[in-house]
């Protein structure tokens, strides 16, 4: 079992920044990926990014690249995994979740189903 707790989430406007927090706890170990996904009323969670255990690398997509960055911070006893979201706009409004994979990971894998663990969700708010 993983426990996901997420954070960080508010209210800018638009061009500001915000940081998104996700805590792992329980059954994690190394070879896994943890996500970042969002997702609007009525549509399909959609990945916004993805890193990859180790020197793996991470995934961007294309509608954040360049403003937002994904990392990840690995201790013995817990993982944190974090997004930073700058030049905010309108359209990112929406509730953000984290995801962990807690098998082995195959990049370019980024359906919602392939990742079994999600935390409760937190809202980002970009206003015009």
């Known amino acids: 079992q993983v426990f996901l707790v997420e954070s960080g989430g508010g209210s800018v406007q638009a061009g500001g920044s915000l940081r998104l927090t996700c805590a792992a706890s329980?059954?994690?170990?190394?070879?896994?990926?943890m996500a970042w996904f969002r997702q609007v009323p009525g549509k399909e969670r959609e990945v916004v990014a993805v890193?990859?255990?180790?020197?793996?690398?991470?995934?961007?997509a294309d509608s954040v690249r360049g403003r937002f960055t994904i990392s990840q911070d690995n201790t013995s006893t817990k993982k944190t995994l974090y997004l930073q979201m700058n030049s905010l706009k309108p359209e990112d409004t929406t509730m953000y979740y984290c995801?962990?994979?807690?098998?082995?990971?195959?990049?370019?894998?980024?359906?919602?189903?392939?990742?079994?663990?999600w935390g409760q969700g937190t809202q980002v708010t970009v206003s015009s």
């Open positions: 329980g059954n994690t170990y190394s070879g896994f990926c």
């Open positions: 890193s990859y255990y180790g020197d793996a690398g991470t995934y961007i």
């Open positions: 995801a962990v994979r807690s098998s082995s990971c195959v990049k370019g894998r980024l359906e919602s189903w392939y990742f079994g663990y």
